[in-house]
C-alpha cells in the first residue's frame, strides 16, 4: 500500500471503526515497530514509552520472537486445545510452573486479561460454592460484564450496563492519604481490618465471598503502589475466612515490577491469578492459573475456549520467556527503573505541576496537578502528552480523572533511551507551565 492509500484509508477511520474503538490517545499512523521505536506514516521516529500499554515487554518485533511466530505458522495456525493437542502448549504451561509463584502450577489459556479474570472469577465461585465478590475502589479488570462488575477505575465503564450485583467494594490503600506521622504499613492494614470488618457486619457475610479481586499495583487507575503490610492484610483476612485470593497481574506480570510477577515483588502469593499481556510479547494469549487442587474441581464443560492457547501465541510465549532469561530483562527493568524514578524525582523537584512520582521497576506514574490549587488536572496531562508527541516519545495516561502520565518503556530500554524520553518530558514540562503562565519550581537540574 502507497503512503497515499494509506493516508486516504486512515481519513475513513471514523467512518470504518467504531467510535470507542478509534478515538484513544494519540491515534498515531504507523507503519513500522522495532524495538523501543515506532515509524510513523509521517516519516518521524518515536521513542515508545507505551510497549503497547505493557505488552511489549521484550520490544517490538524481538528478532527471536519473530523467528518462533514464523517457523510455528508453518507447523500449526490454530488447536483448539482439546480437540487436538500440541507441543507448544504443554510445553509453555511447563515452562510458567518455573516462574510462577509456588504453588500457582495448572493453567487455563485464554486469549485476554478480560478472559483470564473472567475465567479466575467462575473458578472462585465454582470451587467455594458462594455467591459474592469483593473488589476494591479503582481497580480494572475489564469491560466484559463479568469483569467489569469488579471495574471500578472509572464510572463511564459501568454506564447503563448495568453489571451484576453479586460485588462490593473495599478501598484500595493510597499511600497518599496516609497521615504523615503514621507507617503506611500499619496504618492501612488497620484501615483494612476495620472497612472489611464493617462490611462484613452490614452488607454481607464473609462465608457468603467466594474472592476478593485487586490489582497488586493499581494500573489504569493511577500507577498506585500499595504498601506491603496492607497486601499482606488482605491475604491474611482471606485466610481467616476461607476467601480465596484473586490477583489480577494482567499488567504488572512479566517483569513490569522487575520480578516475574508483582506477588514476587511484594512476597504474597495469591490463590489464583490473571495473566496476559506481556506473556506473548504482543499475540493474543493469556491464562488463568491456580493450584492443581483448585483446578481439579473445575470439571469438564465447566469453562471453554476456542482460541484460547493458539499454537503460534504459545511459540511466541516460550520465545519470550527465553529472551527474558538470556537478555536479564529482570536485572535491566530494576536497574533503569531505579535510574528513570531518579531523574523523574529531579523532574519533580524542578516543575510545580507534578504532584507526585510512583513507580516499581518500569511500572511508573507520574501525577500531574494544578500548581495553583493541587488538584488533579488531566487537561494538563493531555497537553503535555501531545507536546511529547510532537517532539518524539509517546507516553500514555491512567487516572480517574486522566491525571496520571503512564510510563511504560519495553524493558530492553536503555538509561540512554530513557534519558532522551524524560529529557523530552522536561521540554514539554517547561513549556506546559510557561502556558500556564506558572513558574517552575527551580531550573537548571535535570534531564
Known amino acids: 500500500m502507497t503512503e497515499n492509500s494509506w ?21 498515531l499512523p504507523v507503519v513500522k515497530e522495532e524495538g523501543c521505536y515506532y515509524y510513523g506514516l509521517d516519516g518521524k521516529k518515536y521513542l515508545d514509552f507505551t510497549s503497547g500499554i505493557a505488552v511489549a515487554n521484550t520490544g517490538h518485533r524481538h528478532p527471536r520472537v519473530v523467528q518462533a511466530i514464523k517457523d510455528a505458522a508453518d507447523r500449526l495456525m490454530h488447536g483448539p486445545s482439546g480437540v487436538i493437542m500440541y507441543e507448544s502448549l504443554l510445553r509453555l504451561a511447563d515452562e510458567l510452573t518455573r516462574i510462577m509463584p509456588k504453588g500457582l502450577d495448572c493453567f487455563f489459556f485464554a486469549n485476554s486479561g478480560t478472559e483470564a479474570i473472567e475465567g479466575a472469577i ?4 465454582h470451587v467455594t460454592r458462594r455467591p459474592y465478590v469483593v473488589s476494591f475502589t479503582g481497580c480494572f479488570h475489564g469491560r466484559s460484564l463479568g469483569a467489569l462488575s469488579v471495574t471500578t ?7 447503563y450496563l448495568q453489571p451484576n450485583g453479586l460485588t462490593y467494594q473495599l478501598p484500595y490503600a493510597n499511600p497518599k492519604d496516609c497521615p504523615p506521622e503514621e507507617n503506611p504499613d500499619t496504618y492501612f492494614a488497620s484501615k483494612l481490618e476495620k472497612d472489611a470488618a464493617s462490611l462484613f457486619a452490614h452488607q454481607v457475610t464473609p462465608e457468603e465471598v467466594a474472592c476478593m479481586i485487586l490489582e497488586p499495583v493499581l494500573g489504569e487507575g493511577g500507577y498506585i503502589v500499595p504498601p506491603q503490610g496492607w497486601l499482606r492484610k488482605v491475604r491474611e483476612i482471606c485466610d481467616r475466612y476461607g476467601i480465596l485470593l484473586i490477583f489480577d497481574e494482567v499488567q504488572t506480570g512479566f517483569g513490569r515490577t522487575g520480578e516475574w510477577f508483582a506477588a514476587q515483588t511484594f512476597g504474597v502469593t495469591p490463590d489464583i491469578m490473571a495473566i496476559a499481556k506481556g506473556i506473548a510479547s504482543g499475540l493474543p494469549l493469556s491464562a488463568t492459573v491456580a493450584s492443581k487442587e483448585l483446578m481439579k474441581q473445575w470439571p469438564l464443560g465447566s469453562h471453554g475456549t476456542t482460541f484460547g492457547g493458539n499454537p503460534i501465541a504459545c511459540a511466541a510465549a516460550l520465545a519470550t520467556l527465553e529472551v527474558f532469561k538470556e537478555e536479564r530483562l529482570l536485572e535491566n527493568c530494576r536497574e533503569v527503573g531505579t535510574y528513570a ?14 504532584g507526585d512520582v510512583r513507580s516499581v521497576g ?7 496537578i494544578n500548581p495553583r490549587t ?16 510532537e517532539k518524539g516519545v509517546l507516553f500514555y495516561l491512567c487516572g480517574n480523572k486522566g491525571e496520571v502520565i503512564r510510563m511504560i518503556p519495553p524493558l530492553t530500554v536503555t538509561k540512554e533511551q530513557i534519558y532522551d524520553g524524560l529529557r523530552i518530558l522536561d521540554e514539554a514540562l517547561t513549556e506546559y507551565e510557561a502556558d500556564m503562565g506558572v513558574s517552575s519550581v527551580m531550573s537548571g537540574a535535570g534531564c
Do not use: Q
Open 7 to 27: 493516508m486516504k484509508l486512515f481519513k475513513k477511520m471514523p467512518d470504518l471503526l467504531a467510535p470507542t474503538m478509534a478515538k484513544d490517545h494519540p491515534n
Open 122 to 125: 467462575k473458578l472462585a465461585k
Open 153 to 159: 477505575s472509572k464510572s463511564k465503564y459501568r454506564k
Open 341 to 354: 524514578r531518579e531523574k523523574l524525582e529531579e523532574l519533580k523537584a524542578m516543575h510545580s505541576v507534578i
Open 362 to 368: 518500569l511500572m511508573i506514574g507520574i501525577e500531574v
Open 374 to 389: 493541587g488538584e488533579p488536572n488531566g487537561d494538563g496531562v493531555m497537553h503535555i502528552l501531545n507536546r511529547c508527541l
